[in-house]
């Protein structure tokens, strides 16, 4: 099979129809030129030029071929630059898993700045609870994983992203609407929305746990899961809810956050989960601008392990 340094010399001669130019052209010398035509005519079968003394021509062949050689070189030029911008992490694919909390604030920003910095890369979303991102990336199917819990297996990297309040979301024409300030206390007796389990086990058993050891006994309404159905049931009056402060962002005409006081280390975690052995170069880039987002866009939330 022929070379791609002998299409070059077939098509430098094709276009200067002269051996000592085409050489030139190469930085060659004629004889070493010949010979990459000789060689790519009897890998083809066939003869590319008609020479004599005085003129070089194409054969009906060489004409034939010359266009799908021009097409071979460049496409073959695409693919090396294609190959480059890849490593850079200026093109490719990357799949990324969330949970619903992360739209409020945070991942639309870093989106929006994917956008601009990484233009060309394809950034797949796919919204999933914490444990089933966790399933998500022991399959490969993707290649980061924002999260409520780390995943703390080996060959799994996790970080920290961000820690946050929870604040306390009631009906507006609630007591505890007005009253200040609030304790976890107050909550005992009140009806109560709470994360299922089943949907988000880092939130419930964080708030169900830290609920029981100050013996608080809310009346629980409903488990459901996530923040947005929760809020929108609060704004129907069926009673109050922890969520995490971004989630805040949201509006609801008859809904009023409040902050709480729930004791030391009742914070909300958002983190990264990865694949160690992830070579995407595209990804690499992408958990950068995640990062800078985290530091740039959540300046009054503690930040952490992102040195």
Request: with cysteine; hydrophobic share 45%.
């Amino acid at each position: 099979m022929f070379e791609l340094t002998q299409l070059r010399c077939f098509t430098t001669v094709a276009t200067e129809l002269n051996f000592r130019r085409a050489a030139e052209r190469l930085n060659m010398t004629q004889p070493p030129l010949s010979r990459q035509i000789q060689l790519l005519e009897h890998a083809l079968g066939v003869e590319l030029f008609t020479r004599t003394t005085r003129t070089v021509t194409l054969t009906a062949a060489g004409r034939a071929f010359f266009v799908e050689a021009q097409n071979l070189l460049e496409r073959a030029q695409q693919a090396a630059v294609a190959a480059r911008r890849f490593a850079e992490g200026d093109i490719g694919t990357v799949n990324v898993s969330f949970v619903g909390s992360a739209v409020y604030e945070f991942l639309p920003k870093v989106i929006a700045e994917a956008r601009v910095n990484q233009p060309h890369v394809k950034i797949v979303l796919s919204e999933m609870n914490t444990y089933q991102q966790h399933e998500a990336l022991r399959a490969r199917r993707v290649d980061l994983a924002i999260v409520r819990a780390p995943l703390l297996e080996l060959g799994y990297a996790t970080e920290c992203l961000v820690r946050e309040p929870f604040v306390l979301a009631v009906p507006c024409d609630h007591r505890l609407a007005r009253q200040t300030p609030l304790s976890i206390s107050d909550l005992d007796a009140q009806p109560f929305l709470m994360y299922a389990h089943s949907a988000y086990p880092p939130f419930n058993e964080l708030l169900t746990g830290r609920l029981r050891s100050a013996r608080v006994s809310p009346q629980y309404v409903q488990w459901l899961g996530s923040s947005l159905t929760i809020l929108a049931l609060v704004n129907a009056g069926m009673g109050l809810a922890l969520v995490p402060r971004c989630a805040s962002s949201v509006v609801f005409k008859n809904v009023v956050f409040r902050e709480i006081d729930l004791g030391e280390g009742v914070l909300s975690e958002l983190h990264l989960a990865w694949h160690e052995g992830n070579d995407n170069p595209a990804f690499t880039m992408l958990l950068e601008g995640l990062r800078s987002a985290a530091r740039e866009g959540w300046p009054d939330t503690e930040l952490a392990g992102l040195g």
